[in-house]
């Protein structure tokens, strides 16, 4: 599967993006798709995730109750709705899919990544 991550851009804080991951070659519902970010000189970290043929999710504890992740199966797409965004929130923002028996937030579990979308929040 390919995806192509999109929806990045400038906010100021408190405001709101939405980032969409798009996939081809693929059904993404088949797949748990995770949100990872990354800030230069740091390791990429788990942001969320939902997991395949379900609408279970799991987000990191600096984005609970900020975040939403969800499908959209007939667009084969996944979104992170990101609320409430703080200037911490500033990263390249990846997304990813794995299949069975994966950890959620383990980076190398998932095998297709996006390309990257650029969040910066303004303070």
């Known amino acids: 599967v390919q995806l192509q991550a999109s929806g990045g851009g400038l906010v100021q804080a408190g405001g709101s993006l939405r980032l969409s991951c798009a996939a081809s070659g693929g059904t993404l519902s088949t797949y748990t798709v995770a949100w990872f970010r990354q800030t230069p000189g740091k390791d990429r970290e788990f942001v969320a995730a939902?997991?395949?043929?379900?609408?279970?999710?799991h987000y990191a504890d600096s984005v609970k109750g900020r975040f939403s992740i969800s499908r959209h199966n007939a667009k084969n797409t996944v979104y992170l709705q990101m609320n409430s965004l703080k200037s911490e929130d500033t990263a390249v923002y990846y997304c990813?899919?794995?299949?069975?028996?994966?950890?959620?937030?383990?980076?190398?579990?998932?095998?297709?990544w996006g390309q990257g979308t650029l969040v910066t929040v303004s303070s």
């Open positions: 990813a899919t794995g299949r069975r028996g994966i950890v959620l937030t383990r980076e190398v579990d998932y095998t297709s």
């Open positions: 939902i997991v395949r043929t379900s609408t279970t999710t």
